[in-house]
């Protein structure tokens, strides 16, 4: 049974914003919007490295077109974690204080150990992330592939950077325009779970795909053209 939890995200300024969930198929944070916090808009790594969710958009976006698009990107987070029952959904906020889905996938889902190449359940599930996103064109995907810590910083890098790859690849044989998405491979840098336990790693193997609204949204937005 799917879970839907509405939450409020609170993140200290040291440890920056971040919530787990161990449910598949689940939403969580929705309706929370912007984030507390140092970090704001960024995942931050153990080390102070940060990888930008988003891309900023240059201008200052108004309350009122930040309501609208949170309104919107509540109704597809659901949406989402509805479809994708492998896949855990939350909300958060982007580098423009604007509210962002994160979609986060399981490697043992997406690949076999050390592999690159989707599995058959990888492709049905990004076959349903494609089919929900038809509909919002106006967004930016970032794809992001994680590792644990077993092996060299540059075999990670390298085998997260080919899975985040592959998930974009697909996505885009599935219609997602590549000017819209980046794929990026983040090693071992932003684990969410403790790599001193098998556990712990099997958490930190994963692909996040972050969805955040790009300049014509915002303008949609003010424009009242989206509601």
Known sequence: MKKFL?????????????ISNTGK???????AGAALGAGIGY???????????????????????????????????????????????????????????????DNGILFDFNKSTLKPAAKAQLDKFAAEMADMPETNINVYGHTDNIGSADANKKVSTQRA??????????????????????????????????EGRAQNRRV????????????AAEEGKIQ
């Open 6 to 18: 509405s939450i409020i995200l609170c993140c200290s300024l040291i440890a920056g914003c971040g």
């Open 25 to 31: 198929g689940s939403l969580i944070g929705s309706g």
């Open 43 to 105: 995942l931050l790594g153990g080390d102070g490295q940060a990888a930008a969710i988003g891309a900023a958009i240059g201008t200052a976006v108004g309350a009122g077109s930040g309501a609208i698009i949170g309104k919107q990107m509540d109704k597809k987070a659901a949406e989402l974690a509805a479809a994708m029952e492998e896949a855990q959904v939350e909300t958060v906020t982007d580098v423009n204080g604007l509210e962002a889905i994160k979609v986060t996938m």
């Open 165 to 198: 790859q592959a998930v974009a690849k697909y996505l885009n044989g599935k219609g997602i325009k590549n000017d819209r998405m980046l794929a990026e491979g983040l090693s071992f840098d932003f684990p969410i779970a403790d790599n001193a336990t098998e």
């Open 208 to 219: 996040e795909l972050y969805i955040t609204a790009n300049e014509k949204m915002v303008q």
